[in-house]
């Protein structure tokens, strides 16, 4: 029933959630809760695709990640230095980029819902793994950016765990006038965990155009923005934790996708995500904790 | 003479509606304890908060070991070699202590936080001046008196030689108040200047070198320590001379209003109370004593409803209060003063008169229909401002813009004034200037004359002997004695809070 095609398939559908995940994580360690990670998602496939048909995959992925880092800017500069509640903001980037997106995709390909086909990245067969009788389907033609996600989650927690970057980040995150009066710059370090969270989901989004799908489709994010602060908070803010999170998360999904369980609704599957999460943030299975100040604006002088 | 590190010169800072510091000429000398004192709002945090390049001053200006200097933030601050450690700790409670102290000011090596050289760095400081902290240990696992000694090697680390200290002993209990001054007196010795500030005169007149008192933002004078006394000083504060003891006239008690039997609670397996039973009439003080987290704390939130008890009942005038949410028990007539004004008494960023009526907005006086009537309300609220004292500009103002002891009095005006028939108290005057801490006393007393029962809850001995009637001193979860005001001494409470005599032992067998 779950095979070795079924565990390829489930990574395939882990990737995005992760990536934005370990994005989420970045933004929310720095005090910053980014509901706008779907938006940021919806603007890097389009911006992907629109890349990727002009200069080729790389140029894709690339401009895929610039777009949502801009995307986050704009969140950064409404939540960091306007002090507007996070929530509102995310969901009018989410809105906005819908709008955005649909409107390039009128005016670049004259079609409101999907870019033409676009070249992905030559696929990897992993030396030695892709031998191996259970893990071959996992090891073989594997996506470049599948790669590149799980070197991230790592990456990610060294940075957070062992630099001065992460160390300051997670301060302000935390504490962020102890962080002020010890020279932290709290406006700089939140802006900074903003737009990585917003490069994240926008390479995120570039994987579902240019490597998982070959073009741009309208929806093709599917909620994976929410998912993915689902999984974040699952892996209690932690990389390993999320990347755990979003596996589980990427089989639900591909169970859903498949149907294997003739007797259970896709349905199901869809909804077991945040079922977990509930059940997770609800203290059930663990204690999980968020940084003291996420969601709160900083201010200068008590 | 030794030559001045710090010298302002006709300081001034404004907030809207008043002036926070006016024209303060202070002179701190290198090397020497230099205490602060005044009344609450008297401009002693807005001033160390210029100093350390929090505030910028409006007019004057700074000389730093003689040469002119702008402060321009903490961080330069620091760098100029002032360092503060606030009343309120800035620590991030899930770090180590280790990775609060390099925080802004790490080393690394090859791109990774250097924490083992750090670490080494830290032990060292603590070597060199005899405190007594684990660089591993997270915060959040620290005592108090640990944390604040983070904040001193934060600052040390840094290579501060001026050490900013606002109300470094509000939150200590006296032993740990004693290691304190040992570490301020080493650091002075070494070459480094402390300026704190404190309420407790006594403490003051014994650490400090020089004294200098500001009243309503101006600087009064700069006294030398052995030319002064309590009285003295307080008089400089205040501007009248002050009543340190109050005068209670004998009463009898009447019925019990607050029962307590056999109250247990328990968390995991270990007991945070055990068997407390006590009874406070009306017209009565009662006093509890002990060593911070030796359960008072519990208690009073069992009490109050704010924890449900293992076993035990709470009776208020002879109804079962046991269980009942908050609202409820608060419904019978009981007031409540936490101990911790920032987290339990005042939501800080309401403003001044919504703080001065929560919880007892529902009275029918305040409401029409579903509706606040505002009005009432800000006209109520003036009265209270008036009758209780507090400094504010407007009771518009958010209640985080008042200093420290205002928001004290801020809780105690809404708890003294809904007419309650049992008052709970916890650590009622701190923070509080001489002045206020007479003030509150009489009201207090004057409850009791009233036919209140009022309970308190201090770790300051002198305050509960001077208040109480009877007295209970807690330790370990237990009520190990209970003695009439009148028939002890602070020498023999303080035997029982530290667990020593009869009740020792089984208050110590119980946490093993
Ligand atoms: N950020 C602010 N906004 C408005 N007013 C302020 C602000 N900070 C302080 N004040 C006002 O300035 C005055 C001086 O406050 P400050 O905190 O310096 O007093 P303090 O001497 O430290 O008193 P306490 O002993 O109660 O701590 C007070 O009237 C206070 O309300
Ligand atoms: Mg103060």
Same mark, same amino acid.
Do not use: L, P, S, V
């Given at each position: 029933m779950i095979g070795g095609e079924m565990l390829a398939s489930a990574i395939r559908m882990t990737i995005p959630i992760l990536l934005t995940a370990l994005g989420a994580i970045h933004a929310e360690r720095s005090g910053i809760v980014n509901i706008g990670l779907e938006g940021m998602m919806i603007v890097g496939s389009f911006w992907a695709a629109f890349g990727a048909y002009h200069y080729g995959p790389l140029a894709g992925l690339l401009f895929g990640i610039m777009a949502g880092g801009a995307l986050a800017l704009v969140h950064a500069a409404a939540t960091v230095t306007f002090r507007v509640d996070h929530i509102v903001s995310g969901v009018a980037l989410n809105i906005i980029a819908y709008g955005t997106t649909r409107f390039a995709s009128l005016s670049?390909?004259?079609?409101? #819902?999907t870019s033409p086909h676009v070249q992905s990245l030559p696929a990897i067969d992993i030396p030695v793994l892709d031998r191996l009788p259970l893990i071959a389907p996992l090891a073989s033609n594997v996506s470049p950016v599948v790669i590149l996600t799980f070197a991230l989650v790592f990456l990610t927690r060294w940075v957070l765990s062992e630099t001065t970057f992460g160390l300051r980040l997670r301060a302000v995150g935390e504490n962020p006038q102890a962080a002020d009066t010890l020279g932290v710059n709290v406006f700089a370090m939140r802006y900074a965990g903003v737009i990585i969270s917003g490069l994240f989901a926008g390479l995120a989004g570039a994987y579902l155009a240019v490597e998982h799908t070959g073009m741009y489709v309208e929806g093709? #994010?599917?909620?994976k923005g929410f998912i993915a602060l689902a999984a974040m908070i699952f892996g209690n803010w932690g990389p390993i934790g999320a990347m755990g999170a979003s596996l589980l998360f990427g089989l639900s999904e591909a169970l859903a996708l498949r149907q294997v369980v003739e007797f259970i609704p896709y349905e199901f599957f869809k909804m077991l995500p945040y079922v977990l999460t509930i059940i997770v943030v609800g203290g059930i299975v663990q204690r999980s904790r968020p940084p003291a100040a996420v969601g709160t604006s900083y201010e200068r002088g008590e | 003479m030794p030559s001045p590190v710090i010298e302002t010169i006709g300081l001034t800072k404004a907030f809207p509606g008043v002036v926070a510091n006016d024209r303060i000429d202070l002179e701190i000398r290198a090397g020497e304890i230099h205490a602060i004192v005044g009344e609450n709002g008297a401009g002693k945090s807005t001033l160390m908060r210029i100093l350390c390049g929090l505030y910028q001053p409006d007019l004057g200006e700074i000389r730093l070991r003689g040469v002119p200097t702008v402060i321009r933030d903490p961080r330069h601050a620091i760098k100029l070699g002032i360092g503060m450690v606030h009343q309120h700790f800035m620590l991030v409670d899930r770090f180590t202590v280790t990775e609060n102290v390099i925080l802004g000011a790490e080393g690394t090596r090859w791109g990774r936080l250097d924490r083992r050289a750090a670490r080494r760095r830290i032990l060292e400081i603590c070597d060199r001046y005899g405190f007594d902290l684990d660089p591993d240990l997270a915060v959040e696992e620290l005592s108090v008196g640990q944390q604040q000694r983070v904040e001193i090697v934060k600052v040390l680390y840094r290579g501060a030689d001026i050490i900013i200290m606002d109300e470094p002993t509000a939150v200590l209990v006296p032993q740990e108040v004693q290691e304190l001054f040992d570490n301020l007196r080493r650091l002075a010795k070494s070459g480094k200047t402390i300026i704190f500030i404190s309420h407790k005169l006594d403490e003051v007149l014994d650490i400090a070198d020089r004294i200098t008192v500001l009243r309503g933002g101006r600087k009064v004078g700069t006294v030398k320590a052995q030319e002064t006394d309590r009285r003295g000083l307080a008089e400089m504060m205040v501007g009248r001379p002050v009543l340190f003891s109050v005068d209670k006239e004998e009463r009898a008690p009447g019925e019990p209003l607050l029962k307590v039997e056999g109250l247990s609670l328990k968390s995991g397996e270990r007991y945070l109370l055990r068997d407390v039973s006590l009874e406070v009439r009306g017209g009565e003080i009662y006093g509890i004593a002990g060593v911070e987290g030796n359960g008072q704390t519990e208690l009073v939130e069992v009490i109050m409803g704010l924890r449900r008890p293992t076993t035990g009942r709470i009776l208020l005038a002879a109804q079962d209060v046991t269980g009942l949410p908050v609202g409820r028990v608060r419904g019978h007539g009981v007031s409540f003063v936490p101990e911790d004004r920032h987290r339990r008494g005042l939501i800080l960023n309401m403003t001044v008169w919504e703080n001065l009526f929560l919880g007892r907005h529902r009275a029918r006086r305040l409401t029409a229909g579903p509706l606040l009537r505002r009005i009432v309300m800000l006209g109520e609220a003036d009265e209270l401002v008036q009758e209780y004292d507090i400094r504010v500009g407007s009771t518009g103002q958010p209640v985080s813009s008042l200093s420290g002891g205002n928001q004290q009095k801020v809780i105690l005006a809404r708890e003294l004034a809904g007419q309650p028939r049992v008052i709970i108290a916890s650590q009622p005057t701190r923070g509080l200037d001489v002045g206020a801490i007479e003030f509150v006393r009489q009201r207090l007393i004057a409850a009791r004359a009233a036919g209140l029962a009022v309970l308190i809850v201090s770790a300051d001995l002198e305050e509960v002997l001077a208040l109480s009637d009877r007295i209970g001193v807690m330790y370990g979860g237990r009520l190990v004695k209970e003695v009439a005001a009148s028939e002890t001494t602070a020498q023999e409470l303080g035997m029982y809070m530290l667990g020593s005599t009869t009740g020792a032992k089984e208050a110590r067998d119980h946490v093993l």
């Open positions: 670049i390909f004259d079609r409101a #819902t093709m #994010t599917q909620g | -």
